[in-house]
């Protein structure tokens, strides 16, 4: 796998304040990576750095195997959108894609600006005042703007922040459509850890200046959770007796009953054992339901852990 992004012992200090404290990670190419954490992590400082823009106390931070610091010819296959989304208000939509594209010497500016205002959902507001347009729509054109030289990474600070539920989904769809038919590489900064389970392939958790995990989504959920499996029994009147068995297994804690049935607490993420249990003691099961921790859950457990 390609690396786009190699972050090796980097760290930051500002005033005596030690913002990073040498962390490590990679990105690789195609991959939606989620960098977490809470306000005050480090997470703009670090893509500030990668971006060129700040110097680290030491490590290193590097795009392409380059220092966007010193490397022209890797910052143009970089796209940036950070907090504010770099547009003018005076301008229309169209106006604002010319502006950049002839900065950026983009040969096929018409096609480009025609072809991303479609992808955008923006053709028919192209001639309007962008400071008319709602905060979604901005955002929308901010991504358009970030990607009209065709770079192959994109890094975005919070890109659906401040957006109500249907842009933020506008702005997913976008991105994740960058990623997978344009197999663009995206370095997405949020705290929006539902979004960030939706679309992201892996994650970094980022606390108290150090990475405290880096994995795929898949694997935190599987790895760091435990799992509430929810038991429908036909027969309401087994529920004493499954309790009983469930209860000796070493696996199976926070055992409780429902209505139909009871539920409970698998520390590992397989709920068959216990099913082969309660099927070989003649409990009739109508339904199993497995519900595993979300990021969100376990991004929560990481931030309550000893910095
Ligand atoms: N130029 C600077 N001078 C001094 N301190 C700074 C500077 N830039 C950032 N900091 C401090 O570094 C820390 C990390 O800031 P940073 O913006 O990287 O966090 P963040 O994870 O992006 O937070 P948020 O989620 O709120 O955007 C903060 O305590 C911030 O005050």
């Known amino acids: 796998m390609e690396n786009v992004v190699s972050v090796t012992s980097l760290k930051k200090t500002f005033d005596n304040n030690t913002v990073i404290s040498g962390i490590t990670f990679d990105v690789f190419r195609g991959e939606i990576f989620g960098f977490l954490g809470p306000n005050g992590a480090g997470k703009t400082t670090t893509m ?3 971006l060129g823009l700040l110097r680290p106390d030491s490590g290193s931070a590097l795009v392409f195997s380059q ?5 022209d010819n890797t910052r143009a ?6 907090e504010n989304n770099g547009l003018f208000d005076k ?3 169209y106006e604002n894609l010319k ?3 002839d900065l950026y ?3 096929d500016v018409e096609e480009r600006i025609t072809e991303l205002l479609e992808f955008t ?4 507001r192209k001639d309007t005042l962008v400071g008319t347009f709602s905060t979604g729509m901005k955002r929308k054109l901010g991504i358009a703007r970030a990607i009209l030289h065709r770079p192959e990474v994109l890094f975005l600070d919070e890109p659906t922040s401040a957006l109500d539920p249907e842009a933020q989904k506008m702005v997913r769809d976008l991105i994740v459509h960058l990623s997978g038919d344009e197999s663009m590489t995206v370095f997405l900064s949020s705290h929006n850890l539902d979004e960030v389970q939706k679309i992201c392939s892996r994650v970094a958790i980022l606390h108290g200046g150090r990475i405290k995990a880096l994995d795929s989504v898949e694997n935190l959920r599987k790895n760091r959770g435990v799992t509430n499996v929810k038991f429908t029994l036909s027969d309401s009147a087994q529920v004493c007796e499954a309790s009983s068995i469930v209860s000796a297994i070493p696996d199976v804690s926070d055992f409780s009953e429902t209505e139909t049935g009871f539920s409970i607490t698998l520390s590992g993420s397989s709920a068959s054992p216990v099913i082969s249990l309660l099927c070989s003691a003649g409990i009739n099961i109508e339904e199993v339901v497995k519900n595993r921790r979300s990021l969100e859950d376990i991004y929560i457990e990481i931030m309550r852990e000893e910095v």
Do not use: H, K, P, Q
């Open 77 to 82: 296959r970089v796209g940036v959108l950070l």
């Open 48 to 50: 500030r750095i990668l």
């Open 105 to 107: 010497g983009i040969l």
């Open 67 to 71: 220092s966007l610091e010193t490397s």
């Open 99 to 101: 502006y950049y594209a």
């Open 91 to 93: 301008l229309t939509a």
């Open 121 to 124: 959902d923006l053709t028919a």
